[in-house]
């Protein structure tokens, strides 16, 4: 499956070590990850190299690739926020969003209080629960 992986860029990047870990079970289940490039340090200048129209572009043609969009959205940003929000508001795609709960009370509304059926919410305590939580949550490759 090729996956979105929602993470900030310009927000609070605390939780990447959490957003790594992800990925690298999303990598390690077989799956291609669009957007592993997001966890890079240089990622907030590496998107400054191009136009903000050419971001954009290349972002949204992602999102229309994806089979599946999975977020670290402990620290969200606006940019995460419209990538969720496109995507529940105008496809069928299923959205995970994986977020710390000691944070729960900083992150939005909006996501934590989602009802919609194609989005699932998984709070983790842990780092060494996150593992377990990809397996869970997200299908394999193929199903």
């Known amino acids: 499956m090729k996956v979105y992986f929602g993470f900030t860029v310009a927000g609070d990047r605390s939780s990447v070590e959490a957003a790594k870990k992800i990925v690298g079970v999303l990598q390690s289940m077989g799956h291609t990850v669009l957007t592993s490039h997001l966890l890079c340090e240089d990622a907030w200048e590496a998107d400054r190299r191009m136009s903000p129209q050419e971001v954009f ?13 999975v977020g670290e959205v402990s620290g969200s940003s606006f940019g995460l926020g419209f990538e969720t929000g496109y ?37 983790y305590s842990r780092l060494e629960d996150l593992e377990k939580l990809v397996h869970r949550w997200v299908p394999s490759p193929g199903t």
Request: glycine residues 6%; proline residues 6%.
């Open 57 to 69: 572009a290349r972002d949204m043609s992602w999102l229309a690739q994806c089979d599946i969009f």
């Open 87 to 123: 995507l529940l508001g105008g496809t069928p795609k299923k959205t995970i969003l994986f977020y710390e709960r000691a944070v729960e009370r900083k992150i939005s509304l909006l996501i934590v209080g989602n009802t919609l059926p194609n989005c699932i919410l998984v709070p």
